[in-house]
């Protein structure tokens, strides 16, 4: 679909009865938006794990062991890797694991990349206690990171204080002192609410506010409070939709986009909760939040395009070093999605979305085969069809993704 008539499409589902009762916000905020023009593109994807195997593999690996029920060394799991796929040489550049990745970066060049971090950058050996899965990745190795070059990495996730608030703390300091943005984690309860801004110049912001839920498997004790570091945890329902509008409202200049992270629901099944497609909506509504960046589960969940706006609910993993773990091959979820957002950049309107499949391959990110890409888009063009929201796949095993057209009249 050409981009104008895709912007026309969108611009015009906005302007209904309902959305002028609940979208009075965004009203306000198109009012007051400077006048720019053009296009703004994003770089968004899932969970980032470049801990345990793929630590051990990079040039600084850290203490190998684990607490886990059945593996009790991190080096177990480059071995399975490379029974499924091969070997992997020694240690590895930094910029090893994102692979073609980085190319296809080069060549959207997007104007903000943001990832969910879901690992724990620190050397300490204080895990916390009760739970299964602990990842963390040696301080040292935070150059690998900065090879993305990511402007915001949610911390707001289930893996993030794996290692304790001290972990955390650790966490934060590596990703400062590398000139990374961390959202959704904080010292307190103030900074793990607070949105990273991205400057983008004099006109231009992008917030991000990053969150967490429950129902991730995040532990109730990991919340931040006063002077207690942890993470933004909240449960999705309108108190949570009100009081996250307060906070956009405090933080937000006109022009600015806005962009939630949340990290929310189970691992596996394609199912999305009601309650999660409430609480997008009346993000979207009443908070005038741009794009939904949900995710969580380990394979790619429905998109949703509502009311001009992208709802991700589930990005899928990007990177981790689950390959050789049968379980789950039904959902094949060695496939990974680049998402590549275009927003309208004087009204924050959606104008176009692109997904570049990728695949994991010895801890190192390839592009996916056009089989597979096919596969993928099937399964994502089912899932988003209860969105109507369509998925198709181009020449280029690139897909594009758009309002499912309206049946012709019988």
Not at 268 to 285: K, L, N, S
């Amino acid at each position: 679909m050409h981009r104008r008539s895709f912007v026309t499409r969108l611009a015009a589902s906005l302007l209904t009865p309902a959305t002028l009762r609940a979208g009075h916000y965004r009203t306000e905020m198109d009012a007051n938006a400077p006048t720019a023009t053009g296009t703004l593109k994003l770089f968004l994807c899932g969970d980032v794990m470049t801990g345990r195997g793929i630590d051990q593999v990079l040039p600084h690996p850290g203490d190998p062991a684990l607490h886990e029920t059945w593996v009790r060394d991190a080096r177990e799991y480059v071995r399975l890797a490379e029974q499924a796929h091969g070997p992997i040489a020694g240690r590895v550049g930094f910029e090893y694991v994102w692979g073609a990745a980085l190319e296809e970066l080069e060549r959207a060049a997007p104007q903000a990349r943001i990832v969910n971090l879901e690992t724990s950058i620190t050397t300490s050996d204080r895990p916390w206690p009760g739970k299964g899965i602990h990842y963390r990745m040696h301080p040292a190795n935070t150059p690998c990171l900065a090879a993305a070059a990511p402007d915001c990495c949610a911390l707001a996730n289930n893996h993030v204080l794996d290692w304790g608030r001290e972990g955390l703390l650790e966490t934060l300091g590596c990703l400062e002192d590398a000139g990374l943005q961390p959202a959704g984690a904080g010292r307190d309860v103030e900074s793990a609410a607070a949105p990273a801004i991205i400057e983008l110049g004099a006109s231009q912001r992008i917030l991000v506010f990053a969150a967490a839920t429950e129902s991730a498997g995040v532990p109730r004790d990991w919340a931040a409070g006063p002077g207690l570091a942890g993470i933004h945890l909240i449960e999705p329902g309108p108190a949570a939709a009100d009081v996250l509008a307060e906070r956009i409202a405090a933080a937000r200049r006109p022009g600015d986009l806005v962009v939630l992270s949340l990290h929310w629901g189970g691992n596996w099944g394609y199912r999305v909760p009601v309650a999660h497609r409430d609480f997008a909506h009346r993000c979207i509504d009443v908070a005038g939040v741009h794009v939904v960046h949900g995710h969580s589960s380990h394979h790619p969940l429905g998109l949703e395009i509502y009311r001009g706006q992208l709802i991700i609910y589930g990005c899928g993993d990007f990177l981790n070093d689950y390959e050789g773990i049968g379980g789950h091959e039904s959902y094949r979820p060695g496939l990974t999605l680049m998402y590549l957002p275009e927003f309208d950049r004087g009204n924050g309107a959606l104008a176009g979305l692109e997904l570049v499949p990728m695949r994991i391959r010895r801890f190192r990110l390839e592009r996916a085969t056009a089989a597979e890409a096919a596969w993928l888009a099937a399964r994502l063009d089912r899932e988003s069809s209860v969105f109507d929201t369509h998925i198709s796949i181009t020449g280029s095993a690139r897909m594009k993704v758009a309002p499912r057209p309206a049946p012709l009249p019988a």
